[in-house]
Nanobody, 120 residues
């Protein structure tokens, strides 16, 4: 059974840092681009970042550019989202997702979601 299992997240004050992890099992992880999305209460889901299967290209939403870094370790079937200088508006449930046709392709698998709260 295909699974994307997320870890990390939690609550930090503004300016703090967190790292999210997304570990894959039961499928050819290095075939897929991995995306991170977030959804805050009452807001639409936003794609935050994406990294292609080889890790050689990545992109970011303007709202997080320069503060978030996406990376992947295909030997561990894991993608990371390092979040720095967090702001209250980063508060959301974060989801990782696998896309089989690169960063422009549709999502095939979803992680379970993890809460990130930025508050003083």
């Amino acid at each position: 059974q295909v699974q994307l299992v997320q870890s990390g997240g939690g609550s930090v004050p503004p300016g703090g840092s967190l790292r999210l992890s997304c570990a894959a099992s039961e499928f050819t992880f290095d075939y897929y681009a991995i995306k991170w999305f977030r959804q805050a209460p009452g807001k639409e889901r936003e794609e935050v970042s994406c990294i292609i299967s080889s890790g050689g290209d990545r992109n970011y939403a303007d709202s997080v550019k320069g503060r978030f870094t996406i990376s992947r370790d295909n030997s561990k079937n894991t993608v990371y989202l390092q979040m720095e200088r967090l702001k209250p508006e980063d508060t959301a449930v974060y989801f990782c997702a696998a896309a089989g046709s690169g960063c422009s392709g549709p999502v095939t698998y979803w992680g379970q979601g993890t809460q990130v709260t930025v508050s003083s």
